[in-house]
């Protein structure tokens, strides 16, 4: 853990060298993607050793699947074997090293690359072999037009921004920042039009960086001193489950995950201040005329711990993995996609038992929240007086859910989360199966069908733009349409 937090300061001091002696201004594409490569390789070999060697493997053979099997069916063979390699290091890490501990965790970047394997393939598959109007509006904006080098390659899974904790970005996103093409940026006016604007100079994430780190320490914080004194592990202990009342049971189980996951924000917003140190992550302006740097946030916190319903807490914590999922598995299932990414979320995660009995957890929550919503929200919204009280106890709701589904995964083994819930008499798995029961759960089309039906104007206007990028996107050193870079990104927002 002091290899990672040395790692990750090492990281935010040369993504500020980075941005201002490798500026693309400065500095060709070639020798960022390089400097970026070694770097990232060099911080996984400190802190990682000669495991960090699978890295490159995992990336490499990746590569080679691409261009001998093709556009047409590279996306299913990277996405069985960089998740099968992935498995493959979990087991023995989980069973040759210490159990439950964090010794030799190199599957932990693994994690992050198999995503941009996947991610990418689907993407270069979306855009060399697909026609676009079998793509919804956010594959039209992530389409790949064209195969990667492999030093570019290399460049997206292992750069130094990214190669520890991540977050995963869209490799388009990560292309345009290497080659600096400058931001332009949308605003609506006051009058409800679109007012296009270039901006001539690099924005500074300088107050952005300042205020993530402001963050991870408090964070930090936080964790080493309350942290200790709330472990999770006391929801099991026979002492207080034989003593305490079912109240005092469920606050200590609300406070004790709360203070589990302020790790989870250090880690992850110091990987985020990290690549807005290098530059990376400017998504442009708010009305105001504030910078915003949150294209490749990987949590809201605010959202999270004030969260009033099962979705919005989904939605908010780790969101470049819950796009990650919603790309290559929920959009594309052909059946049952909520069980489906579920499954696939619990498999890429590890081989702890936890985690599977987490995310099995998570789809019994997940569909009984999604009927209550369906069916009784609309009851409730009228009234700003009735609103009010609704939200306040959709709050209690989804924390208590929140807190009962992640135990296991944070017990990590059968005999405990099995002993926790046994205590709890299953009570939130028996009323989320009675809630399916009660409730109909409304059959809907999936997302991108629906937003297409929801907003046919601009899903055309999208079509046409991207006949327009097909011809401007075929080689390395042709740009794409400002315009229209700016116009997916913020359509595939509003979806």
């Not at 500026?23 to 400097?35: L, Y």
């Not at 676009?132 to 492999?150: F, G």
């Not at 700003?384 to 944070?410: E, G, H, N, R």
Request: glycine content about 4%; some cysteine; hydrophobic content about 40%.
């Amino acid at each position: 853990q002091v290899n990672f937090v040395v790692c990750q300061l090492f990281a935010l001091l040369a993504a500020v060298w980075f941005r201002t002696y490798l500026h693309s201004s400065k500095t060709s594409p070639f020798i960022r993607h390089v400097v970026a490569t070694l770097l990232g390789l060099y911080l996984a070999l400190f802190c990682f050793g000669w495991y960090a060697l699978h890295f490159v493997i995992q990336s490499g053979i990746s590569y080679y699947i691409m261009i001998i099997i093709g556009v047409e069916n590279m996306h299913k063979y990277c996405f069985v074997f960089a998740l099968g390699y992935l498995t493959v290091c979990q087991i023995t890490r989980v069973y040759i090293f210490d159990y439950g501990q964090y010794s030799a965790d190199f599957s932990g970047p693994m994690m992050i690359i198999t995503q941009k394997i996947t991610s990418l393939a689907f993407e270069i598959h979306d855009g060399m072999f697909r026609k676009n109007e079998d793509l919804t509006p956010s594959q039209r904006c992530l389409a790949v037009r064209r195969m990667p080098s492999l030093l570019e390659y290399l460049s997206y899974n292992c750069n130094f921004m990214g190669i520890l904790a991540g977050p995963l970005c869209s490799y388009k996103d990560y292309i345009t920042f290497i080659e600096g093409r400058s931001y332009q940026l949308q605003q609506s006016e006051a009058n409800g039009k679109e007012d296009t604007k270039y901006e001539q100079t690099d924005p500074s994430p300088n107050i952005a960086v300042a205020q993530k780190l402001l963050i991870c320490g408090l964070s930090l914080l936080f964790h080493m001193t309350i942290t200790k004194t709330l472990p999770v592990e006391y929801n099991i202990d026979e002492n207080f489950r034989a003593t305490a009342s079912w109240p005092v049971r469920f606050f200590y189980l609300y406070v004790s995950l709360m203070a589990a996951r302020p790790k989870y924000y250090f880690a992850w917003t110091l990987a985020d201040a990290i690549n807005n140190a290098a530059g990376f992550g400017f998504r442009g302006y708010d009305k105001n005329g504030v910078t915003r740097w949150d294209l490749i946030s990987n949590l809201r916190i605010q959202q999270i711990e004030f969260s009033t319903s099962f979705k919005m807490f989904l939605d908010n914590w780790n969101i470049q993995t819950a796009l990650w999922l919603k790309r290559v598995c929920y959009e594309r299932a052909t059946f049952s996609p909520t069980i489906q990414t579920f499954i696939l979320s619990a498999i890429w995660h590890g081989v702890y038992p936890g985690y599977y009995l987490t995310f099995l957890t998570g789809v019994l929550m997940t569909l009984a929240a999604r009927a209550i919503r369906n069916n009784i929200r609309h009851y409730f919204v009228e009234s700003p007086a009735v609103k009010l009280c609704y939200d306040i106890v959709t709050w209690m709701a989804t924390q208590a859910a929140i807190s009962y589904t992640v135990v296991p995964f944070v017990l990590l083994s059968v005999k405990p989360s099995f002993t926790f819930y046994s205590s709890c008499y299953f009570c939130l798995h028996i009323a989320s199966i009675l809630v399916l029961l009660v409730f109909p759960l409304k059959r809907t089309q999936k997302g991108s069908k629906k937003h297409e039906n929801v907003q046919p104007v601009w899903s055309r206007k999208l079509e046409e733009e991207s006949l327009l990028q097909k011809n401007n996107y075929s080689t390395t050193n042709n740009s794409f349409s400002q315009k229209q870079e700016i116009t997916c990104r913020y359509q595939a927002l509003k979806q």
